[in-house]
């Protein structure tokens, strides 16, 4: 089974850090995404990233960026957190042939 | 307006229900189709995938897309309660590897 692993689970950070959120996949995919989910807003697209070192904004980039140096690896980088970014934080990826995204468990940040 | 709109529910039924989940979406370019089912504080994971028009079945599921009319279900036979979730409709005009579109999800509970 393809895994999508994200570093941590729960994260509280504080108003105006750096804040890094790892993404690492084990299939050998293409394609990754950074999505957030809030209630009633859904599933927004943040940054992809169809190759290494390369990146595309998504819907909602302002105030975050990425990085892809490795295929297996995509980092979101909140560059200083602000409390309306207090959110589940989703990692995809997909292959380029099909089969639809897998998604990580989920990063749920907090920022006070 | 939005690519996709879907009914946030929530939806009760009882044990042993049939269940539909509806999403209509606006553009007439999408041709992957996917239902995800996501668990309280975890990552949606796919359910079921489809291209282009038709019904594709799987045990208790079933999608059907209607292309006409810009509108897919997802059915859930015999529901159980552990299908109690959010369920997650998402479409995308190229491969599957590209860009989904998701709607904002239908919450489930199934009562014993």
């Known amino acids: 089974d393809v895994k999508v692993t994200q570093s941590s689970r729960y994260l509280v950070k504080r108003t105006g850090e750096k804040v890094f959120l790892e993404c690492v996949q084990d299939?050998?995919?293409?394609?990754m995404f950074w999505y957030r989910q809030d209630p009633g807003l859904g599933l927004r697209l943040i940054y992809f990233?169809?190759?290494?070192?390369?990146?595309e904004k998504g819907d909602i980039p302002e105030g975050y960026s990425v990085s892809r140096e490795k295929k297996e690896r995509f980092s979101l980088i909140l560059e200083s957190a602000s409390t309306n970014q207090t959110s589940m934080y989703l990692c995809a990826s997909s292959h380029d042939r099909g089969s639809g995204y897998t998604f990580g468990s989920g990063t749920r940040l907090t920022v006070v | 307006q939005k690519e996709v709109e879907q009914d946030p529910g929530p939806l009760s039924v009882p044990e042993g229900a049939i269940v539909s989940l509806n999403c209509t979406y606006s553009?007439?370019?999408?041709?992957?189709f996917m239902w995800y089912r996501q668990y309280s504080r975890k990552g949606p994971e796919l359910l079921m995938y489809?291209?282009?028009?038709g019904n594709k079945e799987d045990g208790r599921f079933t999608a059907q897309v209607d292309k006409s009319s810009k509108y897919i279900s997802l059915f859930i036979r015999d529901s159980q309660p552990s299908d109690s979730a959010t369920y997650l409709c998402a479409m995308s005009v190229g491969p599957p590897g590209n860009q989904f579109y998701f709607g904002t999800g239908t919450s489930l509970t199934v009562i014993p």
């Open positions: 489809t291209y282009s028009s």
């Open positions: 299939m050998d995919h293409e394609n």
């Open positions: 553009n007439s370019a999408f041709q992957y």
């Open positions: 990233s169809y190759d290494v070192k390369m990146k």
